[in-house]
């Protein structure tokens, strides 16, 4: 169900299978952040990879908003599914983290 | 059993031994021997005292002048709002006010109010100082009415090892506050260890807070899984190389656990479960989140069973009662103390599932699920909602809410659930604070309702 929200919004995709391309993963992590930023009206520095998650502007509670979200949106939990999970430092890291995930669950 | 400023001159601190916040410090010496209360000593002993202070520094120098010395101490959570100050006073009988910093709340109260000033005058032989003094903590995470529980020094430091003498002393750090249990129980334990011991206030920075502890040495550091995470998403956290780390507070789980162990991975990663109520009661250190089957039923000084899925405790170290008009009773006929904890025994482990009362602990912050499922059916388009808690490797939990329709077709439409969805996200986040509006919304046909009408929090 939740899978259909992410259609509707218009970045399709087909599940958590097609979601091993990685460009894809990247779109829908960026377009959460900025979603999350929005919604919780903080200014969200611009999405680099080298910028630091807890200098990007978000708190912890706008992180665990997006890893609920994605879990919902890409069916990957990265920190629970992942044997030697990180905590990531920054934005590269954290997409790096789902693009793992997703090629365990493809795989 | 001695007071808690023998138990602190009988560990002998070294000479630069010291409490520190980022504004202030406070020599452990000049603790051990001296006082700031001077003449208000004979006037205070046997007294309740409230001691409620603007920083964290003032309550460790008010807990050791006045340990042994007054009947009560009751310590105020820096959270604690004015409006309650009349009601503890009146429940815990309290007839004086010991502060750092002297304001209109206290001033305007029926009470005499002392201040401390800092320890520089010798504590004199007086004679003055022979009581054994019952402790009186908040509860975390009430609302409304302020609850009390009442402990003793004895009980609170019963999970204490014997401390160590130099060189192997640990010089301990914080992002507990000790003006609550899980802070006082890192303060005693520097305190009766005679160790240095760095304090966080909310005014600094993680960068900050973790450079202070690096520049300190501190080898023990303590805090709740969340704020271990936050330490993890730092690019700060390789500043600190501390031998001992402790989580307790919320439930650590596995990915917090593996993150500190691959972050630090020579020091011994240990989490402790403890209660205001049922005091420490135990401590894993293998790795693994939950603890093992044989925790349950084991003889020792800290006794635990497990009835209708939740956690009972019964323990030297628990609190002796509730404290107040209309007090509950805190034990069981049997002695053991419920802590509504819900446990479940998988593969021979029992892990944490949260809250048999369905509060969530959204990185330490308590979220009530009819609070907010009060908002959301208040939306024209919601039959009924149910809230609950959603794990999560960054705050421990967030808030999930699951909504059935007035109208069940509305969610055949993705258009029709998707805006709907942001409607009903952005009455929460209007109505409530960020950390209570949910993170999730999943619409559902039905909401499953008990025999007794109520809704079905555990059958999910």
Not at chain 2, 163 to 179: K, L, N
Not at chain 2, 363 to 383: C, D, M, S, T, Y
Request: charged share 20%; net charge negative; proline share 7%.
């Amino acid at each position: 169900m939740e899978r259909e929200f992410v259609r509707a919004q218009g970045h399709a995709t087909g599940g958590a299978g097609a979601m091993s391309d990685s460009d894809e993963i990247r779109s829908v992590v960026a377009r959460c952040f900025e979603a999350t930023a929005a919604d919780q009206h903080r200014a969200l520095q611009p999405l680099a990879d080298r910028l630091a998650l807890l200098g990007s502007g978000l708190d912890s509670l706008c992180f665990a908003i997006i890893v609920a979200q994605l879990e919902d949106e890409l069916g990957l939990d990265p920190f629970s599914e992942l044997e030697d999970a990180f905590f990531p430092v920054t934005f590269g890291e954290f997409v790096q983290l789902y693009e793992t995930a997703a090629r365990g669950s493809a795989g | 059993m001695a007071n808690l400023r023998e138990l602190l001159a009988e560990a002998r601190p070294a000479p630069g031994a010291r409490l520190e916040t980022p504004e202030a410090g406070l020599s452990l010496r000049d603790l051990a021997t001296s006082t700031g209360i001077g003449p208000a000593r004979a006037e205070l002993a046997g007294r309740c005292v409230m001691v409620r202070t603007a920083g964290q520094i003032g309550m460790a120098q008010a807990l050791v002048e006045l340990d042994g010395l007054v009947r009560r101490l009751v310590l105020c959570p820096p959270d604690l709002g004015a409006e309650h100050l009349p009601y503890v006073i009146a429940a815990a009988e309290v007839d004086a006010v010991v502060t750092d910093a002297p304001d209109e709340p206290l001033t305007g109260l029926c009470v005499p109010v002392r201040t401390l000033q800092p320890p520089t005058t010798i504590l004199p032989a007086d004679g003055v100082g022979e009581a054994r003094t019952e402790w009186l903590l908040f509860t975390s995470g009430t609302t409304g009415v302020p609850k009390l529980v009442a402990h003793s020094l004895a009980g609170l430091t019963g999970a204490i090892q014997p401390p160590r003498q130099d060189p192997d002393r640990a010089v301990w750090g914080t992002f507990y506050d000790i003006r609550r249990y899980g802070g006082l129980q890192i303060l005693l334990r520097a305190l009766v260890g005679g160790c240095s011991l760095a304090l966080s206030e909310p005014t600094e920075g993680l960068p900050d807070h973790l450079a202070r502890l690096a520049r300190l040495g501190a080898t023990h550091v303590s805090g709740t899984p969340s704020h271990w995470r936050g330490v993890l998403m730092s690019p700060h956290a390789a500043t600190i190389t501390p031998a001992y780390l402790r989580l307790s507070g919320e439930i650590a789980d596995q990915a917090v656990l593996d993150g500190l162990s691959a972050a630090f991975p020579h020091a011994r990663i240990v989490h402790a479960y403890a209660s205001t109520e049922a005091g420490v009661a135990f401590e894993v250190e293998d790795g693994l989140p939950g603890f093992p089957e044989r925790f349950v039923g084991r003889p020792g000084p800290v006794e635990m069973k497990v009835v209708d899925g939740s956690l009972r405790i019964r323990s030297p170290r628990m609190a002796s009662g509730y404290v107040g008009p209309d007090a509950p009773s805190l034990a069981d006929a049997e002695g053991f103390v419920d802590t509504g904890d819900m446990v479940e025994l998988k593969d021979g482990r029992w892990r944490f599932v949260g809250r048999r009362n369905g509060v969530i602990n959204v990185g330490g912050l308590k979220v009530h699920p009819e609070e907010v499922e009060g908002v959301i059916n208040r939306h024209p388009a919601v039959r009924m909602s149910r809230v609950r808690a959603r794990a999560n490797p960054i705050t421990g939990a967030v808030v999930t809410a699951e909504v059935a329709l007035a109208d069940p077709q509305a969610a055949d439409s993705l258009e029709l659930k998707s805006a709907l969805r942001a409607s009903i996200l952005a009455m929460c986040r209007t109505a409530l604070p960020a950390h209570k509006a949910p993170a999730t919304i999943r619409f559902v046909p039905d909401i499953a309702v008990t025999a007794g009408g109520k809704l079905d929090r555990y059958n999910v």
